[in-house]
């Protein structure tokens, strides 16, 4: 089993849809949960952090269970240029990050 | 002003050859770090470094040989390269301040085709 597992995808959606992304992580001592960005043939960055009571950022909320070891990112009022692969990333000791195949999100006018 | 940066960005090589790719960063991180990215397996942790002259293993280090004299750069070489090494190869660092939530930024990547 991996240890972070996100559906692949591609999410097709419209212009101003929203979408929802899972991702699930096996390590429960994990201690930090990002969503990275990446785009066609790029390096990823850093979309958000993921903080145990939840977050927002503009269109973009991350969600934190840990209980159930799962990761949300919510995509509100999707744009164009939202079109990316979106990967889960879990952090364990020291600074070493786990990261998942990502999610392809596809936003199409 | 340039950050992390990777050369070369594409290399194709043979089959048996030594290849070095390298990492340069200009911010004084403490943390290096080298990622392949392969379909289906996003990406892996080959090698990092938390200071000049401290390397560890990732998840996926056979084959492969890191160094770090100088803060700065982190050049990683493939001893005798192979067909299953074809892939792409980020370098990223990362500050090591004392926070759980330290972005990790990458370079551009460097495409590596093994013949």
């Known amino acids: 089993r991996k240890e972070v597992e996100q559906d692949p995808g591609p999410f097709n959606v419209p212009e101003g849809a929203t979408v929802a992304f899972n991702c699930t992580y096996s390590n429960s001592a994990s201690q930090s949960f990002f969503w990275y960005r990446q785009d066609c043939r790029k390096e990823p960055k850093l979309l958000m952090s993921v903080y145990s009571s939840g977050n927002e950022d503009g269109r973009f909320t991350a969600q934190l269970n840990r209980a159930s070891q799962y990761i949300s990112l919510l995509i509100r009022d999707s744009k164009l240029s939202d079109s990316a692969t979106y990967l889960c990333v879990v952090k364990g000791y020291g600074n070493k990050l786990v990261f998942g195949a990502g999610t392809i999100l596809r936003v199409k006018s | ?115």
């Open chain 2, 1 to 115: 002003d340039a950050g992390i940066t990777q050369s070369p960005r594409y290399k194709i090589t043979e089959t048996g050859r030594q290849v070095t790719l390298m990492c340069h960063q200009t911010w004084s991180h403490s943390y290096m770090f080298w990622y392949r990215q392969d379909l289906g397996h996003g990406l892996r942790l080959i090698y990092y470094s938390a200071a000049a002259d401290i390397t560890d293993k990732g998840e996926v280090p056979d084959g492969y040989v890191v160094s770090r004299s100088k803060t700065e750069n982190f050049p990683l070489t493939l001893e005798s390269a192979t067909r299953s090494q074809t892939s792409v190869y980020f370098c990223a660092t990362t500050s090591g301040r004392l926070s759980s939530y330290n972005e990790q930024f990458f370079g551009p990547g460097t495409r590596l085709t093994v013949l």
